[in-house]
Every structure is written in C-alpha cells, then in structure tokens.
C-alpha cells in the first residue's frame, strides 16, 4: 500500500507520458529518419543521406514559402505586441465598461483561423469587400485588391492574422499592466514624468516576462499557420502566399513526396528551435540572475 | 526647507469621509508624525498633501503658497513609499536620477547630486544594481536616495519601515533621526506604530477616523492624552482605565471605583483638572499607565493600595502583571529582576502625578 501511495502520481501519469514521448518526440526523429530517404508516397527506409534537402532547397516555391515565413513572422510579430500595447494601455485607464470592450477584443481568439480566414477573403474579395463598398459610395477609382496580387497576398495573412491574434496579446498586456505597484506609477508621477514616459521608461521595461510570452506565442502560431492561409488565400494566387506549412502538407498529402515534405518539416522544425531556444535561455538565464 | 499649512482638509471617497476637517501646521525644520490605526485616513492624508489625491475642500499651503491644484511633481515635495516603489527595470543609479533628468537638470549637477546622496545613505557601492539584487534595507536606502537627492522643500513617508524586520527597522529609524538631525528639513512620516512615532517626532498628530484627535509633542501625549483614544493607543500595553466616579468628601476630591465590594477611594488633590465645574458625582475613566504602578513609594504623590496578583507574563526585560482592582483588571509592568508571587496580595504603589482622568461620556480628558 505503501509502495503504492508513494508510486500513484507517476502510475497516473506515465501513460499519457509514454503517449506524448512517442507521438510527439518519436515522430519528430521517425520525420528525421524520412527526410534522409528517397519515401515517395508510402515510407521508405533505405538512407538516402541529404538530397532531399538540396532538392527543397533548389525549388522556387520552398523559396517563396520561407520568404513569406519571415514576412508574415515578423510582421505578425511587429504588429500585433504594437497594437496588443496599445490596446492594453488605453484600456488600463480605469475607462467604464471595459470588461466589455475587454471582450470584444478577445473574441476573435474565440474564432478558428479557418473562419477568420474566410471572413476575411469575404471582406477582401474585389467584387464583394473594402474594394466594392469604396467604388458603391462614389471613389471609382479605389482599389484594394492584394487579395489577388502575387506580390501583396501575405499581406491579406498578415491583416487576417494580426485581427485575430492581437486582442490575445492585448489581454495578456493588460494582466502585466495590471500587475504593476501602484506606488511605482505614483513615485513616477512624484518624480516629474508625464504618461508617455510612465509607460516607456517605467512600466513597458517591467514587462519583459509578458514580452516573452507574447513573442513565443506569436512565434510558434506565425510559423505553424497553415489553416489561416488555406481559407484566405489557399496559397494564391499561384504559390505567392505559400508558406512552408502549407508546402508541407501540400508535398505529403497531395504529391506524394513524404521525404521532400519531411525534409521541409525539419527545416520548419529547425527555424523554431534557432529562434525561440536562444531567446528563452537568454530570458530565463536573466530571471535566474536575478534570485 | 519650507512650512506647511493643512487648512480645513475635507476629502470623501464616495458616500465615505476619510477625511474630517482636518488643521495642521507644521513649522519649518518640524518633524511630524501622523500615527493611527489603519484605516484612519493618515496615508490619504499624506497622499493629498503630495498631491496625489485631491482634498474635496480645504487648503494646502507649502511656504503660504496654497498648491492645491499643482501637479505632485511641481510642489518639490518628495515621497518615500511603503513598498519603497523603485523602478525595477533601473539600476540603482537611474533610480536616484531618473526624478532629476525630468526635471532636465543638467548632468553635472546631477552626478554631484548623485555622489553627495550616495556618500550619505552609503549606497555608493551599489549604483550599477538592480533593485531585485538589493536587501531591504538596502532598497530603503535607495527609496530615500531617490527623495533626498532631489533636495525638496519637504518629505513625506509613507510607513517606511514597515516592511522590513524588527532589528533592521530600528536601525533605520535611527538613521532617519539622524539624518533629519543632520539636514533639518521639514518631515511628514506616516505610520501606524507608535515607538517609530514616539522616537522620531518632535510633535505627534493622532488620528483616528478622519480627525486629528491630538497633535503634541511626544511627550505631552505620553503623559497628558486628550482622549481615551490617544491614552488607550500609546503605550504598550496601554494606559489601564478603571471606571469610576469622582465623590467629594470633607471639600476634597476623591475617585471612586464602581464597586460592590470595598470602597478604595483615591485623592485627587493634586490632580490637574482641565476645568474645575460639574466635577462631583461625574462618570469618569481613572487612567494609570502600567509603568506608573510602583511596588515602593518612589513619590511624594504615591498612593498605598493592596491587590491581588492574577497573571505574570514575562516578557525577558520586564514582566507585566494583572492585578485586580475591585474586580476590574488593573496592569502593572515591573522589571524582570523583582520576584512578585502569584495570587497573592501585594502592596502597590500608585503615582498619582501621572494619572489622567477621562469623562465617561465624552471621552474627553477632564
């Protein structure tokens, strides 16, 4: 009894550990493995070494999917922290129904990417959106059609996305904001600063934990977006708003190209760890200093 | 170095009054103490007056120049918080500075500010730190750092040494005595303990619910408290009061204890009375402080009672001992060096220069 009251904890836990070890990090080294062999449409195992990297690396479309990676990540990244601050302070000024507006902005963390996606391609389309109401109230001559222009298609992603997600950020601002000693903003105030330089000499510094988060979020949800460009752009037009998760599934699923698409999964996998692993370690490292 | 005038300060937060109509006047060099229970407004009080808070009526004079509607940084006060509220992005070195450069104070002058404030709280070898790689007391330095370098007219604390330890805390309070000694410039300090109160101010005002209830020196309030309030809350533990009533017998006053048992009547003779009409027959509390209980007769006005010793508590460097008085408790503090026996009658000396006595009704020293 004893035995097992001491063992239970890990009794409980360990099968949903083994689960996690091998789906997650099995199938992480098993996409390894693939992406070293010539698999086309079913796995094979014979080593291959690393041509299917040369192979993904000389395509035109892997190129523009990792350009469009770091346009949509930075963008993305950029736009919502900027409008999730902004958001934050303004609502931080003890303003009335703010638990209301509070909400209105977090709604559209509520919706899946696939709905926000096809609203959005609704309210962009040409002949239906932003475009048709402008020409129907009289300015003929206006245009808004990145929608359908290979060069400015991310940018529809990047609208779409940053709507959705900067509400979330705005929350979780708010939080940090609010975590903030009154007597602090007070010592401020006694000390001759006015409300800009509060908030960017005083508080916005305090808020590097919240900086941290946000970027790790925004990171990980910018580079695994596949279903937000499916529903707005389906890659469109052409392969101009590819991105290298879509690539993926697009190699796997449709063209039977398992060791391509694995090859490309790794790269995904590889972009992730070189930029999230340093800046955590460099963030964590700093709060260890700290104690 | 300035003055400051508290004129009829009324502040009400909703249907609350915090504030009661509240008269100071504080004289250049002064250091005053607002002490009260929490709750009784003194940290509003001092908030006003820095400006972070508006009073609903009444005025605030620095040097006779009414600020109510100046912003806090304008006034040229400073304020040391409670929490110490350091920027805890900044070194400490930006801490102290940070209040200077909004001001626009040109860098010379702010190192030379900087280096005399440092020397002084002996920070100097901690500049370049964060606050989160301080101790206590060592942000507490910082936090006054912060407020002397900027050199203004007055400085107020908010409970400063609140959050530290006990023997940490006494060693501040010590510096700041001495370091107001030092600089003589015009305090406010807020707090809620009355041996940081009674030790560092030259006058005391004590609150409780939104009125000043006394404002002395230590040492008036000490021995002459204006109410029951002030005479219960100083002191520890606090003054006994027996109730009673005052008898006159043979044209001399007596106190009498309510009593079924035996009469002990008191004399009052020498005591001072505030005013001297209505006196007999009127409902009154006797005050006597535990450390005015003597075992010997030590004064010319000792008055001779027998009691029965019920408790010892011993607290090391003295012990306190309940006595009963016609069945009201009654506390006495001796030193632990005297051996008193438990349940048992004990001769006791009463120093009758040092009573108070207390209307019933108003609560009011008679």
Known sequence: ?291 | MATLKINDINKNFGKTEVLKGINLNISDGDFLVLLGPSGCGKSTLLNTIAGLETANSGDILIDDYRVNDMEPSDRDIALVFQSYALYPAMTVRKNVTFGLEQRKTSKEKIEEALVNVSNLLKIDSLLERKPSQLSGGQRQRVAMGRALVRDPKIFLFDEPLSNLDAKLRVEMRREIKKLHQKLKTTIVYVTHDQTEAMSLGTSIAIMNHGIIQQCDSPKVIYDKPQNVFVADFIGSPSMNLIKGRIIEENNNLFFECDSSKSKTNIPLKNYKFVQNKNLKDKSVYFGIRPEHVYLNQNSDQSFEIKLKSELNEYIGHEQIITFNFNDQEILGKFSSSIDIPGNQEINLHFDLAQISLFDQKTEERI
Not at chain 1, 8 to 20: E, H, N, Q, R
Not at chain 1, 23 to 46: A, D, M
Not at chain 1, 166 to 175: E, K, Q, R, V
Not at chain 1, 209 to 218: E, K
């Open chain 1, 1 to 291: 009894m004893i035995w097992l009251k001491r063992n239970l904890p890990k009794i409980v836990i360990s099968p949903s550990f083994a689960l996690l070890v091998w789906f997650v990090y099995g199938f992480i080294l098993w996409t390894l493995y693939i992406s070293f062999t010539k698999s086309k449409i079913l796995p094979n195992y014979k080593f291959w070494g690393i041509d299917q990297y040369f192979r993904l690396w000389s395509m035109d479309r892997w190129h523009v999917s990792v350009s469009n990676l770091f346009i949509y990540t930075s963008l993305f990244l950029i736009l919502c922290i900027l409008i999730g601050i902004v958001l934050a302070i303004l609502l931080d000024q003890k303003i009335r129904a703010e638990g209301f507006l509070r909400t209105i902005y977090l709604y559209p963390m509520a919706l899946s990417f696939i709905v926000t996606g096809t609203a959005w391609k609704w309210i962009l389309n040409p002949t239906l959106g932003i475009e048709k109401f402008f020409i129907d109230i009289g300015f003929e001559n206006f245009t808004f059609d990145w929608l359908i222009t290979p060069g400015m298609s991310i940018y529809t992603i990047v609208i779409a996305g940053v709507w959705q997600s900067s509400g979330f950020i705005m929350a979780i601002f708010l939080a940090g904001l609010r975590s903030v000693d009154d007597e602090i903003i007070k010592a401020a105030k006694i000390d001759g600063a006015g409300v800009v330089s509060i908030y960017t000499k005083i508080i916005l510094p305090m808020m590097r934990p919240v900086f941290m988060s946000a970027v790790v979020i925004l990171v990980h949800l910018a580079i695994k977006s596949y279903d937000l460009v499916i529903a707005l752009t389906s890659g469109g037009p052409g392969t101009s708003s590819d991105m290298p998760a879509v690539f993926m599934t697009q190699y796997a699923f449709h063209r039977s190209e398992i060791g391509l698409a694995s090859s490309s999964a790794i790269m995904m996998f590889l972009t992730v760890t070189a930029i999230v692993i340093p800046y955590l370690y460099s963030e964590l490292k700093r709060e260890d200093g700290k104690k």
